[in-house]
């Protein structure tokens, strides 16, 4: 993203976005938030329930036409939350957050079984990421932080 892009505070810009056809709230979200120089991390399991959200602020202002990988598990039976963030030359390898989370329930069905399921977009026609993509992984277990480290670092 440019450095426009990264000050830009009219929307969100979604980098992954998978939901479930049961339920429209049920999604998670990565990319960057509506407040400059931030991105977030967000979880919802269902109309009615909290949404889970965290968020990492650049300072000095974030990397402009750089490389960066976010992560994210989480833990029903406990239930917890945790981020990841990875900025080459800028950031090494960091656990952003170990949270407890509230309303962490099951998906229900499968989360990518719905049309507005985007990568580098909110929704089939807005907030759409404004920078290169590569690789996507989504694995049906919560991964350990190592494993984490592995998969965005290596």
Known sequence: MTSAQWADTAEHRYL?????AADANVYLVFGKNSAAQTLFWRRKAGSGLDTNEQTYAFSPAGPADTWFCMGMTWNQATPRLRGYLYVPGVLPFTEQFDEAGSDVDPWGTNPVDDYNTVIMAGATDAQEWAGDGAHVAYWS??????????????
């Open 141 to 154: 277990r919560q991964l350990s932080k190592a494993e984490m480290q592995h998969v965005m670092v290596l």
């Open 16 to 20: 992954f976005h998978p939901k479930s």
